[in-house]
């Protein structure tokens, strides 16, 4: 009841369909991830059973009772849609009924793990407006079906908010793509399409975060395997475990960031990315908490950055990189250029860090304190710290929550202040360092007035175009 013949539904907010079923291959892909360490076990105790003249029928009885149980599960869970609500319901021992209104949706996501690509399926995700962070799901569709159904529905959001349609396009030339270009043309709609390189995914992901030390590790445990070869059964049991968790934390980084594409629209930004599960999600503007542009140090002899954003909403069910974070990356690895012009875009007439610190900061961040800055305007405030990585935040004042100062001893002797301003999610927050005692009092008073004020006169941001040329 999904795939190819499945009932297409219209874009009329009271339309309802009958009750549908999931893909029947859907347990094999939910428990795709244990599905392989569950089967080498079962295959070694058969193996062994039969060595050993046994009886393998414990191993079948196993095989049996997880087919059993994928079946029943496929059977008992079910959706369709009622007068703009998604109902979901799943559970046989206990029942679970699920309700999300169409007009709380902020964004539809398709993702796709490695076994699901190859059977063609899709995972649909519903993210709800809600403090929760409630996420429906529906794992899984066949590719097709998810990409029709995930329009269908936004379509029917859409007709019962009464938005604009999600079809707007930022404007742009169109560009032939060429090797290493950060901007391509889409070849669907001939749209510019900023794309993350592969080769500069690589080189960034090695030389920023724990890639340098990873880099660092393989090295001396190669030497030491070769300087010492007597010890070189010791030197591998000790050194091999970490050296495999570094490598498992640089290619979740790299897996979530492959191909990362960014499409700026007038809803917001289409992101698409991963390389054996791949992630296909969009951001609403009015999601947007901060914007984060990054610059490790080893990044800007080549002039790299990354730009990140915090999107609203809690963690959900963590399943990959991607989902189980509330930041989001519009930029994995590119030029500086491309970054500030997605900041453009996504914060439009957003300040510089023009205002640099005291000078008597450098008694308590001597290595740190030229790159220490702020700026602001009616609409932003943003910081600038960091020196082994540079981070320049940018905050929109409609988004800040509550706003603090801190002072630590030595901060007091010198006569500093750190502001912070704190915006929904888990620890977001933009820091203003190491100021002037006098100005943070001052921000302090200023600033509670003047993002009270924009609150209550938000508008929707403008669009900016995306430049023309890499």
């Known amino acids: 009841m999904s795939g190819r013949g499945a009932p297409v539904i219209d874009a009329d907010p009271h339309a309802t369909t009958p ?92 993702a796709q793990s490695g076994l699901a690509r190859i059977l063609g399926l899709a995972e649909l995700r519903l993210r709800m407006a809600s403090g929760g962070g409630d996420t429906g799901r529906l794992a899984c569709l066949t590719l097709e079906h998810a990409t029709r159904l995930r329009n269908e529905l936004l379509a029917i959001a859409r007709a019962e908010r009464e938005e604009p349609g999600e079809s707007g396009r930022v404007a742009g030339s169109a560009l032939a793509a060429a090797p290493g270009a950060d901007i391509v043309e889409d070849p669907g709609t001939g749209e510019p399409l900023v794309v993350t390189h592969p080769v500069r995914l690589i080189l960034g992901t090695l030389t920023a975060g724990i890639g340098p030390v990873a880099v660092i590790a393989c090295v001396a445990f190669a030497i030491g395997l070769a300087m010492f070869p007597a010890a070189a059964k010791g030197i591998a049991a000790g050194g091999i475990w970490p050296i495999i968790g570094l490598a498992g934390a640089l290619w979740k980084r790299f897996n979530g960031d492959y191909r990362l594409t960014i499409h700026a629209t007038d809803a917001g930004f289409q992101l698409r990315s991963g390389l054996v599960q791949t992630t296909s999600e969009t951001i609403s503007r009015d999601r947007i908490q901060l914007v984060r ?81 702020i700026g602001s305007n009616q609409r932003y405030v943003a910081a600038r710290l960091g020196r082994l990585r540079a981070t320049t935040t940018w905050v929109p004042l409609a988004k800040v929550q509550s706003i603090r100062a801190t002072e630590g001893p030595v901060q007091r002797r010198l006569g500093l202040t750190t502001v912070h301003l704190d915006v929904a999610g888990a620890g977001a927050c933009a820091t203003l360092q190491d100021r002037d005692t006098g100005e943070a009092l001052e921000l302090l008073t200023r600033l509670p007035a003047q993002c009270a004020a924009c609150r209550n006169s938000r508008t929707g941001a403008e669009v900016v175009n995306l430049p023309d040329r890499a």
């Open 19 to 110: 009750w549908q079923r999931l893909h029947p291959l859907s347990p094999v892909v939910r428990a795709g991830r244990h599905l392989i360490s569950i089967g080498l076990i079962i295959l070694a105790g058969l193996v062994g059973s039969r060595h050993a003249h046994g009886d393998p029928r414990w191993e079948l009885i196993a095989i049996g009772i997880a087919i059993v149980a994928g079946v029943v599960t496929w059977l008992v869970t079910r959706w369709r849609l009622v007068d703009g609500v998604l109902h979901i319901e799943s559970g046989l021992l206990s029942r679970n009924s699920s309700r999300y209104p169409l007009n709380r949706v902020q964004a539809i996501d398709i």
């Open 293 to 373: 542009l990054c610059q490790p140090l080893l990044w800007r002899r080549f002039g790299w950055c990354r730009v990140e954003v915090e999107v609203a909403g809690t963690k959900v069910k963590k399943e990959n990189r991607a989902e189980g974070q509330v930041s989001r990356p519009l930029l994995a690895v590119g030029r500086l250029e491309i970054g500030k012009a997605i900041i453009a875009n996504v914060a439009p007439g957003a300040p510089e860090c023009s205002l640099k610190a005291p000078r008597r900061a450098i008694w308590k961040a001597p290595l740190s304190m030229r790159f220490l800055a």
